[in-house]
């Protein structure tokens, strides 16, 4: 079946680094590809939307400037959390659009220190 | 926008069914779906149900949509120590997936 890699599963880093994710469909071109982010025992919060060749559409409260996302192929989207915090630690989950269905990545959980 | 709910905790012994409820907001929805998150890992889609049907079975799975309630329910008949996990209903709208606060199933031996 179709799937969705991400990229890393994990990261730790400093305060003010930045941390780019990336998520690829490894066998099915998706031209839609979704980014969530997961709080502790909440539920998945859509974050943005990303279109291959065009700008991503963020949700309201999301600050694009500090969530870069890019999706430069049909196969690929990254998402770049910008001068990260401890507030942005968070487990983030990407999806793309397959036919009828939506697959996600495993999740990356970053840890800001 | 969209709000999608469901309730938080199901506890069940093991071999007995368990039904996962869910109510949703936008009767605009195309497909509706359940998903499974064991810890640490991402969602694994189980099914899904499209807006016209009422009824969907896959094995031990049945998906129920009351389209005029905007009730969902996804019923695990037998449940297994190993669908321990956390439920997660979600409707799609134009593409884009709002997601219910998930319900988390303990079974106990």
């Known amino acids: 079946g179709a799937v969705v890699s991400q990229h890393p599963s994990w990261v730790i880093c400093k305060s003010g680094t930045s941390v780019k994710i990336e998520c690829r469909s490894l066998?099915?071109?998706?031209?839609?590809m979704f980014w969530y982010r997961q709080f502790p025992k909440q539920s998945l919060m859509l974050m943005a939307t990303?279109?291959?060749?065009?700008?991503?559409?963020?949700e309201q409260g999301v600050e694009k400037d500090k969530f870069l996302i890019n999706h430069a192929s049909l196969t690929l989207s990254t998402l770049t959390v910008t001068s990260a915090h401890p507030e942005d630690s968070s487990f983030y989950i990407c999806?793309?659009?397959?036919?009828?269905?939506?697959?996600f990545g495993s999740g990356t959980q970053l840890s800001v220190l | 926008g969209e709000d999608v709910e469901q309730s938080l905790f199901l506890s069940v012994r093991e071999g007995d069914s368990s039904v996962i409820n869910c109510t949703y907001t936008?009767?605009?929805?195309?497909?509706l779906y359940w998903y499974k998150q064991e810890p640490g890992a991402g969602l694994q889609l189980l099914t899904y149900?499209?807006?016209?049907?009422d009824m969907k079975q896959d094995q031990r799975l049945t998906v129920l949509l009351n389209k005029k309630d905007k009730h969902l329910s996804l019923r695990i008949a037998d449940t297994q120590t190993g669908d321990s996990a956390i439920y997660f209903c979600?409707?799609?709208?134009?593409?884009?997936?709002?997601f219910g606060s998930g319900t988390k199933l303990n079974v106990k031996p």
């Open positions: 936008d009767s605009s929805s195309t497909y």
């Open positions: 066998d099915f071109q998706a031209t839609t």
């Open positions: 149900i499209f807006s016209n049907m």
């Open positions: 999806s793309a659009a397959g036919r009828e269905k939506l697959f």
């Open positions: 990303s279109n291959e060749g065009s700008k991503a559409t963020y």
């Open positions: 979600a409707e799609d709208n134009f593409n884009k997936f709002y």
